[in-house]
Nanobody, 125 residues
């Protein structure tokens, strides 16, 4: 099991930027697939982006493509989500999670086992 802790959320104006971090502990990530999800009030948790730890290949939801960038730092066992050109509709609690498989590149949150506690991102208009 991997413990995950998110940080970096906050309040930002439309068009602004934030960088979220997800620090992993318990073991060193290697062949894992890690993901970012978000959940707005009254809505289901939705996929944002994921990354294959070994090679850094990434996949994005259409709603964030071109604005968000997922990355990882192997030396720190930490994943990041750089969010630029933020919009009010990006307002949500953002979670990081670990895919229960190493071969899948899943978009469904049910395929992820370990979750962080979440960090709030609020974009004002």
């Amino acid at each position: 099991q991997v413990q995950l802790v998110e940080s970096g959320g906050g309040l930002v104006q439309t068009g602004g930027s934030l960088r979220l971090s997800c620090a992993a502990s318990g073991r060193t990530l290697s062949g894992d697939v890690m993901g970012w999800f978000r959940q707005a009030p009254g809505k289901e948790r939705e996929f944002v982006a994921n990354i294959r730890w070994s090679c850094g290949s990434a996949y994005y939801a259409d709603s964030v493509k071109g604005r968000f960038t997922i990355s990882r730092d192997n030396t720190k066992n930490t994943m990041y989500l750089q969010m630029n050109s933020l919009k009010p509709e990006d307002t949500a609690v953002y979670y990081c999670a670990r895919d229960r498989t190493t071969w899948g590149f899943h978009l469904n949150p049910n395929e992820y086992d370990d979750w962080g506690q979440g960090t709030q991102v609020t974009v004002s208009s």
